[in-house]
Nanobody, 119 residues
Framework: QVQLVESGGGLVQAGGSLRLSCVAS????????MGWYRQAPGKQRELVAT????????YADSVKGRFTISRNNAAKNLVFLKMNSLKPEDTAAYYC????????????WGQGTQVTVSS
């Protein structure tokens, strides 16, 4: 099993920046890809960004050019989300997720960290 713990959320003004961190523990050697999802009140959870073990990244259209996902490939247990030019619509609970080798889904989730962007 893989356990994930996020940190770095908070309150920021529109146009500001935050960096989220996620630490994985447990069977980290089995992790293939990691990602960030978010869920705003009354809305479904949505993909923000993912990064594979090879470093390939994918972003939601709404965050392209503003958010950057990165990963500590050597240790395979750290993933970051740098968020620039934040907008009020980025306000949500952000969740770290991991997909293990051989799986098609992100099956491990953190508890979430709140990001609030004021206008």
């Amino acid at each position: 099993q893989v356990q994930l713990v996020e940190s770095g959320g908070g309150l920021v003004q529109a146009g500001g920046s935050l960096r989220l961190s996620c630490v994985a523990s447990g069977r980290v050697f089995s992790i293939d890809a990691m990602g960030w999802y978010r869920q705003a009140p009354g809305k479904q959870r949505e993909l923000v960004a993912t990064i594979s073990s090879g470093g390939s990244t994918d972003y939601a259209d709404s965050v392209k050019g503003r958010f950057t996902i990165s990963r500590n490939n050597a240790a395979k247990n750290l993933v970051f989300l740098k968020m620039n030019s934040l907008k009020p619509e980025d306000t949500a609970a952000y969740y770290c997720a991991a997909r293990v080798s051989g799986s098609r889904i992100f099956g491990s989730w953190g508890q979430g960290t709140q990001v609030t962007v004021s206008s």
